[in-house]
């Protein structure tokens, strides 16, 4: 499913890939860490680079797990995983393996440059620039304002938690 000279931000997942039961904002959460790693814009992740955006989740695994799951998710036989696939492989691992939250952390920390427990608006557009989501520092308020409870400009866990749990 290479992206054939699409934008990366236009790159989005099928719902008939989906249980209608994920949140949106947790899909697009997802697709945000696949598109930070895939760095050559080819809608695909190599094994290498596969197990770096899993590890950004907080999903550990051994070199022989990876290469199973490589074997077993890369249902083109590509040799390499794309968008859709990815968005199945996180599912599947969160619902057997990992609590929401703790995989939540670190995109959290991924989110969180300058590592002080905060993400700020700067941080969040930088962010999503990467990933091809520009947005004005406006509109960047506008999403951190519907989240922030205590009204400090920025996002903290608890306020970054809600938009995924409400």
């Known amino acids: 499913m290479s992206n054939g000279g699409v934008s990366r931000n236009s790159r989005r997942v099928t719902s008939s890939a989906l249980e209608k039961s994920v949140p949106a904002n947790v899909i697009d959460t997802i697709q945000d860490v696949f598109n930070h790693f895939d760095t050559d814009l080819t809608g695909s992740v190599s094994r290498d680079e596969m197990g770096s955006a899993l590890g950004s989740m907080g999903m550990s ?5 990876l290469t199973e799951l490589m074997r077993e998710a890369d249902e083109d036989e590509s040799g390499t995983i794309e968008l859709e696939e ?11 393996n990992a609590d929401p939250q703790e995989s939540l952390l670190h995109v959290f920390d991924t989110f969180d440059v300058d590592a002080d427990g905060l993400i700020s608006a700067y941080e969040l557009q930088n962010i999503l620039a990467k990933h091809g989501e520009k947005l004005t520092m406006e509109e960047i308020d506008q999403l951190i304002a519907t989240y922030d409870r205590d009204c400090d400009g920025k996002l903290n866990w608890e306020e970054f938690c809600s938009i995924f749990f409400h």
């Open 86 to 96: 990815f968005v199945n492989i996180v599912l599947a691992y969160t619902r057997k």
């Open 61 to 65: 695994l051994s070199e022989d797990e």
